[in-house]
Antibody
Framework: EVQLVESGGDLVRPGGSLRLSCTASGFPFGNYWMSWVRQAPGKGLEWVAG????????FFAESVKGRFTISRDNAKNSMYLQMNSLRVEDTAIYYC???????????WGQGTLVTVSS | DIQMTQSPSSLSASVGDRVTITCQAS??????LNWYQQKPGKAPKILIY???SLEIGVPSRFSGSGSGTDFSFTISSLQPEDVATYYCQLYTKVPPRVTFGGGTKVEIK
């Protein structure tokens, strides 16, 4: 069974940093694209970033480019999102998602909440 | 960037009704469109990919159609367990972008 578990969400001040993790199980992790998609409270979905299985390609939404980085450790079946220069508008539930390509999300975790507030 | 307009933003229908949601892209996106279902308090779930292909395990009452700029998603016979918010999602390869529609909240009348 495919399982994705996010962790690392917290309350952080504007301008601060946070690192999210996604731990996967139940499938050959290195064979899949992994992505982050977020959802502000009561709002719709927003794609954040995606990383290819071998890390060769990484894509970012314009809203986070230059502030967020994405990485993965296939030996640990884990993906990470390093978030710097956080803004109030980055407040959201951050979902980890799997896909056979960067634009397709066939399994999702349950999300981790990031709150940016002073 | 390509804009996506999803409508309606909400709807209420009776059990057994046929329900249709539309998404319109501001430019031709071929068939680069997926549909997701998100039940309250849960993560989204893929239902339809490439505009009209049904994901494995998804009931056949769900369907998608369209190409170019105009797309539709249909529930042929609404069931109580279909109460959810539905999102369309387009993607472009150059530049690499993913955009979700604003969502349609489906309720039972």
């Amino acid at each position: 069974e495919v399982q994705l578990v996010e962790s690392g969400g917290d309350l952080v001040r504007p301008g601060g940093s946070l690192r999210l993790s996604c731990t996967a199980s139940g499938f050959p992790f290195g064979n899949y694209w992994m992505s982050w998609v977020r959802q502000a409270p009561g709002k719709g979905l927003e794609w954040v970033a995606g990383i290819q299985g071998d890390e060769y390609e990484k894509f970012f939404a314009e809203s986070v480019k230059g502030r967020f980085t994405i990485s993965r450790d296939n030996a640990k079946n884990s993906m990470y999102l390093q978030m710097n220069s956080l803004r109030v508008e980055d407040t959201a539930i951050y979902y980890c998602a799997r896909g056979w390509d960067w634009y397709f999300f066939d399994h999702w975790g349950q999300g981790t909440l990031v709150t940016v507030s002073s | 960037d390509i804009q996506m307009t999803q409508s309606p933003s909400s709807l209420s229908a009776s059990v057994g009704d046929r329900v249709t949601i539309t998404c319109q892209a501001s430019q031709d996106i071929n068939n680069y469109l997926n549909w997701y279902q998100q039940k309250p308090g849960k993560a989204p779930k893929i239902l339809i990919y490439d505009a009209s292909s049904l994901e494995i395990g998804v009931p056949s009452r769900f369907s998608g159609s369209g190409s170019g700029t105009d797309f539709s998603f249909t529930i042929s016979s609404l069931q109580p367990e279909d109460v959810a918010t539905y999102y369309c999602q387009l993607y472009t390869k150059v530049p690499p972008r993913v955009t979700f529609g604003g969502g349609t909240k489906v309720e039972i009348k």
